[in-house]
């Protein structure tokens, strides 16, 4: 019996042993190959299970989008584990890596800025920092957001052009969320009004003009702040709860006609700047 077993192991060990190739600074066995193998199913369970524990929280859409991602990762990790299980097995790799070398820089620097754009990618979808139809303010443009990518995000704007934005872009850079913690935001409209108007009645007209607006919330209630007194006119604020932020524009455009309406009903009049000359002959 014990004979058995040492012929048994011997003859794996010839087995494992047999060179498939055999060079001046390689030198592949059969076991070496099984290595590498086994190395790379191990390694594709492994980036399997980090993969659903990533991912068991998010929405299905947002899984879908890693599927590249893993597999882009599956690919280095086994090139990896082939480097790793070659240079271990005593196979001379720098004859490889100095050819290389150059490629690998070069396609460093290009591939930086699509690296950045990912990984900033799949921090904003692990952190539900930005959802589908958030409107965001942005380098000045307001847009809605209509899809969250891996590289890159995309919002139209009002008026209806699409802004495509480099995910590293919301990690650098100042982003305003208007609808981050929930969808009603408060928007103003300011008027002045000519100095000796009854100030009560200016502030029952401008409630009216936001009570007779469609799209303006009852609850919070629109409410009139006396700013200031201006230059030329006494200045007043009347701010507006909405619900759909994107269509600001449009609904405080209204607000103001019907305020020019409401003025010139109750002969309340919105003054100009004005200035006295005074020439001097001498």
């Known amino acids: 019996m014990r004979e058995f077993i040492e012929n ?9 042993t047999y060179p498939l190739y055999k060079g001046e600074k390689a030198f592949i066995t059969i076991g070496t ?8 199913v191990l390694a594709y369970y492994i980036l399997k299970l980090i993969r659903r524990f990533v ?48 490629l690998f820089v070069g396609l460093g620097f290009a591939l930086q800025h699509l690296f950045q754009d990912i990984i900033s990618g799949i921090l904003i979808i692990l952190d539900q920092s930005l959802h589908i139809g958030d409107v965001i303010e ?21 008026d209806d052009k699409i ?56 609850n919070p209630k629109p409410n009139v702040i006396f700013k200031d007194f201006g230059d030329s006119s006494l200045v ?20 103001r006609f019907r305020i020019d309406s409401l003025f010139r009903e109750n002969s309340i009049s919105i003054p100009f700047p004005q200035r006295d000359i005074h020439i001097i002959n001498k």
């Open 55 to 102: 991912t068991a929280k998010l929405p299905l859409e947002d899984k879908r989008k890693f599927i590249s991602v893993f597999k882009f990762a599956n690919y280095i990790v086994y090139i990896l584990v082939i480097i790793a299980v070659m240079s271990t097995s005593g196979i001379d790799l720098t004859v490889l890596l100095t050819a290389s070398a150059a």
């Open 163 to 218: 802004v495509i934005i480099p995910n590293h872009i919301f990690l650098v850079q100042v982003v305003y969320n208007y609808t981050q913690n929930h969808k009603i935001t408060r928007e103003t409209v300011t008027v002045g009004v000519a100095y000796g108007s009854d100030t009560k009645l200016v502030e029952k007209l401008l409630l009216k003009s936001a009570d007779e607006q469609k799209g303006v919330l009852k």
């Open 8 to 16: 048994l192991m011997n003859g794996l060990k010839s087995f494992f």
């Open 33 to 40: 190959l099984l290595v590498i193998i086994f190395s790379c």
């Open 138 to 158: 942005i380098n000045g443009k307001v847009g809605k957001v209509i899809d969250i990518r891996l590289r890159t995000t995309r919002a139209i704007t009002r």
């Open 236 to 255: 007043f604020d009347l701010n507006l709860f909405l619900n759909d932020s994107f269509s600001e524009p449009r609904i405080k455009s209204e607000v």
